[in-house]
């Protein structure tokens, strides 16, 4: 088995070969839980806490969970914690080179500022 894929003595508690951050492991569901338009789907409440987790999780060193974090935070109501997160999330993305992320959490801000509160697509991501 290829060593990216191979499980670490401690993969039985997530399930996820090294290969996959832990703390990555809880984004699809924090972003699902902020984003969906199904109100039987959506809880921001239970997705800041996921994505608070990821944060923790990633020690506070990758965009991707700060941006569901402040999409959740915004989604909960949360809106100062909500730029927060997004501007942490920005200064990361910028310095590590993402710069499709960096441009999507800029418009994420703008669009927080502008409205205090971030639109969702239909197929329950953020715009």
């Known amino acids: 088995m290829p060593s990216s894929i191979r499980s670490s003595p401690n993969a039985h508690r997530t399930g996820l070969p090294d290969s ?5 492991f809880w984004l699809p569901a ?6 969906s338009d199904n109100p039987g789907a959506a809880d921001p409440v239970v997705a800041v806490e996921f994505a608070r ?6 020690g506070h060193s ?18 100062e914690d909500a730029v927060n997160a997004l501007g942490d999330a920005l200064v990361l993305a910028r310095s590590s080179g993402k710069t499709t992320l960096a441009a999507e959490i800029q ?21």
């Open 62 to 79: 990758q965009p991707e969970p700060l941006q569901v974090l402040g999409v959740a935070c915004a989604a909960a109501g949360r809106i």
């Open 30 to 35: 924090a972003t699902v839980l902020a984003t």
């Open 53 to 58: 987790k990821a944060v923790e999780l990633t």
């Open 20 to 24: 996959v951050p832990r703390g990555l």
């Open 107 to 127: 418009e994420n801000l703008r669009q927080l500022k502008k409205n205090g509160t971030l639109p969702i697509k239909s197929d329950g991501a953020s715009e």
